[in-house]
């Protein structure tokens, strides 16, 4: 939706301020602003006009003192208007306002009544409170300068030249100056004792149909990134039925290497399927090599997994813009939630398998959600995510892991999800796409992106290079020299300590090679008889 600055604490230059928000005007193409409250604090905004395009201009002010700037999506504000703050005199007729006002009701204690994807900072006199959404969808980053203003952004090169310190904001968080953090997001699935509820199905299939329902709001053109996989098929399918009803036709987008891409081949099929308008997006390995320094300025991150992933969500992202479109939905998180990785299999038991999936949904932040988010903010998109949906997670991360373990269903990833939605009757998906196994979407691609890419990288490593690599980056050390080129190139934008220790890398588990490709799992089964089976 936006990007969003904030200094509070000291009179400072607001033509520097606003400057340097401008690093991050891609996430906000359509208008940018900013104010400086009586207290000084400097509020800058980035817009990228989704919802109350006319009137939605930001900063907000509230009934009084209060000001606010907010990046993301609150899906239940219409009813928080009728209900909650049924007393208040708005403003803008968009979902942003309802949260300075709530703050001026409430406090504090006002963040587990927003149902949607946000970062948010809301100055009141020298009061202030920071937050960031519950699984972090949305990015923000906070830091201290020398004279001790605190900042806070949503891309960490806004702070990185200003800020003797600064990292990423803790998902599930709120911050004010007189109480520090404060987690706010603490459900019950957290604790796996917790996690002990039946496979319902019928309560699954409804829960991912009303998250991505909420999730069709806007006010201008939207899409769906479908690569074909289980997970963004079902958003796709579930968008085509609900806009279909209210007769509007959906567009859907995929890319490749070529046509014959194993993503490329499924989407087509369920494209058709679906009667999406559907696009198909081709791009090469030189071209996918010859933007990574410029992905990695805008990920912020030097994560391989993440890189690979990235780049043809980037070349998407612009065709995708290029069309006019400004909201896409994705399919991230399902794979966590479920165990669909193909690492997953090898689970020595069932706590252990719902201990990985709790800790990857909590660091789904530092992985595909900074992935979604800033491969398309970087053209101006918003990707938006059902899997993510507060009420669908509580649903999904219940479940015991007895039901979500492929070992209990004859090898199958992700069967419960799948089960849900083999409705005969009425079906979602062909059926070869509905089973179809997990594949990740840098290799889905084409496998010789990724392939070609390391080939690449090796010949811009030294072997001595790497032998001195932990003297180098002593924090995350490289182990390939694939990761040793993408440090370098990050190091030259980012070469603050904290902002390598910003960096989570991923790594799967329970298997012998840990390159994070699906295909190092020795359960993957090249897609050749899929592509056949889809041809057919």
């Known amino acids: 939706m936006c990007g969003i600055l ?24 359509d ?12 509020l800058c905004h980035e817009r990228l006009a989704i919802m109350d395009v006319t009137t939605g201009k930001q900063p907000i002010q509230g009934t009084s003192t209060a000001w606010m700037i907010h990046n993301g999506e609150i899906y239940n504000y219409k009813a928080l208007k009728q209900d909650e703050l049924k007393d208040h005199t708005f403003r803008t007729t968009g979902d942003s306002e309802v949260i300075v006002h709530l703050y001026e009701k409430y406090g504090y204690g006002f963040l587990n009544k927003l149902d949607g994807d946000f970062a948010f900072v809301v100055v009141d006199g020298k009061d202030f409170i920071a937050a960031r959404d519950p699984i ?6 906070y830091g201290k300068d020398a004279d001790g203003a605190i900042w806070f952004a949503s891309e960490m090169k806004v702070l990185a030249d200003q800020c003797v310190e600064f990292q990423a904001f803790p998902p599930g968080y709120y911050y004010t100056p007189t109480t520090g953090f404060v987690q706010y997001y603490k459900p019950e699935w957290y604790r796996m004792e917790d996690c002990k509820e039946e496979a319902d199905l019928k309560r699954l299939r409804e829960s991912l149909i009303a998250a991505t329902k909420k999730r069709l709001m806007s006010d201008v053109p939207l899409g769906v990134l479908l690569s074909g996989g289980l997970d963004s098929s079902l958003t796709s399918s579930i968008s085509a039925r609900i806009l279909k009803e209210q007769g509007k036709k959906l567009h859907s987008f995929s890319i490749g290497l070529n046509e014959e891409a194993p993503d490329l081949i ?12 559907h696009h198909e997006i081709h791009f090469t390995v030189e071209e996918g090599i010859g933007i990574i320094k410029k992905l990695i300025w805008h990920l912020e991150t030097y994560d391989v997994t993440s890189i690979r992933a990235s780049t043809p969500m980037y070349f998407l992202s612009k065709a995708i813009s290029e069309k006019g479109i400004k909201v896409v939905l994705s399919g991230e998180g399902a794979d966590e939630i479920f165990g669909g990785y193909l ?8 706590d252990e398998f719902q201990e990985e999936t709790i800790s990857r949904v909590k660091r789904l932040s530092t992985a595909d959600c900074l992935r979604a988010d800033k491969s398309t903010m970087a053209h101006g998109i918003e990707a938006r995510v059902p899997f993510l949906d507060k009420a669908f997670l509580q649903t999904a991360m219940e479940i015991d892991p007895t039901h979500k373990m492929p070992s209990a269903h004859g090898g199958i990833e992700k069967y419960i999800l799948r089960k849900a939605f083999d409705t005969p009757e009425q079906p979602f998906l062909p059926e070869e796409v509905l089973w179809r196994q997990k594949e990740q979407f840098s290799d889905g691609v084409g496998y010789s992106w990724i392939d070609r890419l390391i080939e690449f990288t090796k010949s811009q490593v030294t072997d001595i290079e790497m032998q001195t690599a932990a003297d180098k980056y002593p924090i995350n050390t490289p182990s390939t020299k694939e990761a040793y080129f993408y440090r370098e190139i990050f190091d030259g934008y980012f070469p603050q300590e904290c902002a390598a220790k910003s960096v989570k890398k991923w790594i799967p588990k329970w298997q012998k090679d840990l390159d994070p490709s699906g295909r190092a799992s020795t359960t993957h089964v090249a897609q050749t008889s899929f ?6």
């Open 6 to 29: 904030a200094v509070i604490g000291k009179k400072e230059d607001q033509g520097l301020v606003s400057k340097l928000s401008k690093r991050m005007s891609h996430r906000g193409p």
């Open 31 to 42: 208008e940018s602003d900013v104010h400086v409250t009586e207290s000084g604090a400097i």
């Open 136 to 141: 972090g969808v949305k990015p923000l980053y």
């Open 343 to 350: 690492y997953f299999k090898n689970a020595p038991s069932a």
């Open 531 to 536: 592509i056949e089976a889809v041809k057919a």
């Open 266 to 277: 499924a989407a087509r099929k369920v494209a058709d399927f679906l009667g999406t308008e």
